[in-house]
């Protein structure tokens, strides 16, 4: 039996100097008996990077069977960029007095300009909504904001990856005795037994680039009721302005980014929740990066279309590159400099403030995410 199957996906990219559109065609063309694609309710998506040359298509059944279309035993798919278009990300960088940058994003022209380049990228490419198959989004990692769930409404702008107002708080916590003893009896007890806690420990290190001390500097400085609010991502905050829900979701690997997720059990680690007095009602829904999220509502472009896959941009560009077998890499330079590295399913941590583990994108809740190794130059785009 000879079958073709066709399919468009819209991917939009949050980055941290450009918004990206991209629409992608799938094409299969099936000489087989059976259905490979895994029935009449199969759908297809997208997690794209900085690069419209790399990509990673999922393939998405209602009933939640999930897997990576590129198999050994699955047909090919042949795939092209359709049209690629971008746009200034509305960035607001104000130099405080003692070096600190603040990096502010506008949600409210965040969204106006993902609608308008969505709708440009469709318009330009000549391709109606109706025809869109399916939505992905991938996103610069660790920009956030706080939610009012009462008001329904943002509680300030988002504070980007890039923005250095909590650098004395990071330096005070990693000079603190109490952080130093954990590490030094992580890295002991770790050169001796395999103990994954013990790895952990030795690699507690905080980043400015981490959620953790940004949102201690906002509880400093602007108070906020957790059990009122909610830290919400970029790419959740997003998603639920174009689906309309009132719950933030967000995927594995951007979670692993936060500095308080545990990678190890697949969910927010009780001792920071616990040491920092941090709700888990406060925190959004972590989901497999190839999932179904939601319908894009259709006030947006007259008709709904479901949302099948949300990523990190550092794990999306992972996955572009297949980074699918032990010791693969990728090096992605952009706004920053990040070389990442496939370890499979072996916990690898570094005493070197620059070097962490992260998560790649997660298929199906059926299987563990792989780990990426990553070491990062945050200032490598200033160089140019």
Same mark, same amino acid.
């Given at each position: 039996m000879?079958?073709?199957y066709?399919?468009?996906?819209?991917?939009?990219d949050?980055?941290?100097t450009n918004?990206?559109?991209? @629409?992608?065609e799938?094409?299969?063309?099936?000489r087989?008996?059976?259905?490979?694609t895994?029935?009449?309710?199969?759908m297809?998506?997208?997690?794209?990077?900085?690069? #419209?040359?790399?990509?990673?298509?999922f393939?998405?059944?209602?009933?939640?069977?999930?897997?990576?279309?590129?198999?050994? =035993?699955?047909?090919?798919?042949?795939?092209?960029?359709?049209?690629?278009?971008?746009?200034?990300?509305?960035?607001?960088?104000?130099?405080?007095?003692?070096g600190e940058?603040?990096t #502010?994003?506008?949600?409210?022209?965040l969204?106006?300009?993902v609608?308008q @380049?969505?709708?440009?990228?469709?318009?330009?490419?000549?391709?109606t909504?109706e025809e869109? =198959?399916?939505?992905?989004?991938?996103s610069?990692?660790?920009?956030?904001l706080?939610?009012d769930?009462? #008001?329904?409404?943002?509680?300030?702008?988002? +504070?980007?990856?890039?923005?250095?107002?909590?650098?004395?708080?990071?330096?005070?916590?990693?000079s603190?005795?109490?952080l130093r003893? +954990?590490?030094?009896g992580g890295r002991?007890?770790?050169?001796?037994?395999a103990?994954?806690f013990a790895v952990?420990?030795?690699a507690?290190?905080? $980043?400015?680039?981490?959620i @953790?001390p940004r949102?201690?500097w906002?509880?400093?400085h602007?108070?906020?009721?957790? $059990?009122?609010?909610?830290?919400?991502?970029?790419d959740?905050?997003?998603?639920?302005?174009?689906t309309?829900s009132?719950?933030?979701?967000i =995927?594995v690997?951007?979670?692993?980014?936060?500095g308080?997720?545990?990678?190890?059990?697949?969910?927010?680690?009780?001792?920071?929740?616990?040491?920092?007095?941090?709700?888990?009602?406060?925190l959004?829904t972590?989901?497999?990066?190839?999932h179904?999220?939601?319908?894009?509502?259709?006030?947006?472009?007259?008709?709904?279309?479901?949302?099948?896959a949300?990523?990190?941009d550092?794990s999306?560009a992972?996955?572009?590159?297949?980074?699918?077998?032990?010791?693969?890499?990728?090096?992605?330079?952009?706004t920053?400099?990040?070389?990442?590295v496939?370890?499979?399913?072996?916990?690898?941590?570094s005493?070197a403030?620059n070097i962490?583990?992260l998560?790649?994108?997660?298929?199906?809740?059926?299987f563990?995410?792989?780990?990426?190794v990553?070491?990062?130059?945050? #200032?490598?785009g200033?160089?140019?």
């Amino acid at each position: 039996m000879h079958r073709k199957y066709r399919t468009r996906l819209l991917v939009v990219d949050i980055g941290s100097t450009n918004l990206k559109a991209t @629409l992608f065609e799938a094409r299969l063309d099936e000489r087989t008996s059976g259905d490979a694609t895994g029935g009449s309710g199969n759908m297809l998506s997208v997690a794209n990077d900085e690069d #419209e040359q790399d990509y990673s298509v999922f393939s998405f059944d209602r009933k939640s069977s999930l897997s990576p279309v590129k198999t050994a =035993d699955s047909p090919a798919w042949t795939m092209k960029s359709v049209g690629t278009f971008r746009c200034p990300t509305v960035m607001t960088s104000i130099v405080k007095d003692n070096g600190e940058i603040w990096t #502010e994003i506008d949600p409210n022209v965040l969204m106006r300009d993902v609608v308008q @380049l969505m709708r440009h990228c469709l318009r330009e490419s000549n391709v109606t909504w109706e025809e869109v =198959d399916t939505f992905g989004i991938t996103s610069q990692r660790n920009t956030f904001l706080l939610y009012d769930m009462l #008001e329904k409404t943002p509680m300030q702008q988002f +504070i980007s990856w890039k923005d250095t107002r909590c650098k004395e708080i990071v330096r005070r916590w990693n000079s603190n005795w109490f952080l130093r003893a +954990i590490r030094f009896g992580g890295r002991l007890i770790s050169s001796i037994f395999a103990f994954t806690f013990a790895v952990l420990s030795a690699a507690v290190f905080f $980043r400015t680039t981490h959620i @953790l001390p940004r949102l201690s500097w906002l509880r400093k400085h602007r108070k906020f009721d957790m $059990r009122t609010s909610r830290l919400c991502h970029i790419d959740a905050y997003v998603l639920a302005q174009l689906t309309g829900s009132e719950e933030f979701q967000i =995927d594995v690997s951007a979670a692993s980014c936060s500095g308080f997720y545990d990678p190890t059990l697949l969910g927010w680690s009780w001792p920071f929740l616990f040491f920092f007095r941090i709700l888990r009602t406060f925190l959004p829904t972590v989901l497999p990066s190839a999932h179904y999220f939601g319908d894009i509502c259709d006030k947006y472009f007259g008709s709904s279309k479901p949302v099948t896959a949300m990523s990190a941009d550092q794990s999306a560009a992972a996955f572009g590159h297949f980074l699918v077998e032990l010791g693969q890499a990728k090096l992605t330079l952009g706004t920053g400099a990040f070389l990442s590295v496939n370890t499979g399913g072996r916990l690898v941590f570094s005493s070197a403030e620059n070097i962490y583990t992260l998560l790649g994108c997660q298929m199906s809740s059926k299987f563990d995410p792989p780990y990426l190794v990553e070491a990062q130059v945050e #200032e490598y785009g200033q160089f140019f």
